[in-house]
């Protein structure tokens, strides 16, 4: 069962373009909703998160979009630079008890952003 | 450390052999997280810890897979008569609240 549903697999973009990510999750006791960014070789790095009491949250050219009603979340890199190619990781989670907030992830999508 | 840290990066190994997996977390985070990722997949949560004890095993797999932790300090996950199915990236995080830290990972390959 796959609980955080993300999409595309992959997506190429030009230099100076927008990069959309889209995951859709099914728990509704989800209260926590991250974006994970991954370099080959790499572990995943926090790059965003959001809690659903909030819209939209923007740091710098990273933007999270929510939709609580429709259970779903995206993640918009404004002017994509090469840099940016990496994979990224949509996840989820709840608390667990104790400090168990235990992380449910999509798929990942692997972003080429060309020169 | 600064960050997370595990050990080995690589380790390959013949099936049907033990092997162990290190992790050294941040300093002062209490919680530690064991997570699987299998080519081309997301991260599969394998099992928690809250200082030396384990309240949340569900995601291992199978009784092959077992993991340790001394007091709020170093992991160990070990992984007996291993398979090829086993081969993937372990990776390691820490947490003192919500913000995981994770590892670089250790690629496990089983030939």
């Known amino acids: 069962q796959q609980q955080v549903k993300q999409s595309p697999q992959s997506l190429i973009v030009q230099k100076g373009g927008i990069s959309i990510i889209n995951c859709a999750y099914e728990n509704t006791a989800f209260d926590y909703f991250p974006w994970y960014q991954q370099f080959p070789g790499k572990g995943p790095a926090l790059l965003i998160a959001?809690?659903?009491?909030?819209s939209e949250k923007k740091e710098g050219r990273f933007t999270i979009s929510f939709n609580k009603s429709a259970k779903q979340f995206s993640l918009h890199i404004m002017d994509s630079q090469p840099g940016d190619s990496a994979t990224y990781f949509c996840?989820?989670?709840?608390?667990?008890?104790?400090?168990?907030?235990?992380?449910?992830f999509g798929k990942g999508t692997l972003l080429t952003v060309n020169p | 450390g600064a960050g997370v840290s595990q050990s080995p990066s690589n380790k390959v190994t013949e099936k049907g052999k033990d092997v162990e997996l290190r992790c050294d977390p941040i300093s002062g985070h209490t919680a530690l997280y064991w997570y699987r990722q299998r080519l081309g997949q997301g991260l599969e949560f394998l099992i928690y810890?809250?200082?030396?004890?384990?309240?949340?095993k569900s995601g291992l797999p199978s009784d092959r897979f077992s993991a340790e932790r001394t007091g709020e300090s170093v992991s160990t996950l070990t992984i007996q008569r291993t398979q090829q199915e086993d081969s993937a990236v372990y990776l390691c995080?820490?947490?003192?609240?919500?913000?995981?830290?994770f590892g670089q990972g250790t690629r496990l390959t089983v030939v």
């Open positions: 996840a989820a989670s709840t608390y667990s008890g104790g400090s168990n907030y235990k992380l449910t």
């Open positions: 995080a820490s947490s003192l609240r919500r913000e995981a830290f």
């Open positions: 810890f809250q200082g030396n004890s384990a309240p949340d």
């Open positions: 959001i809690r659903p009491d909030v």
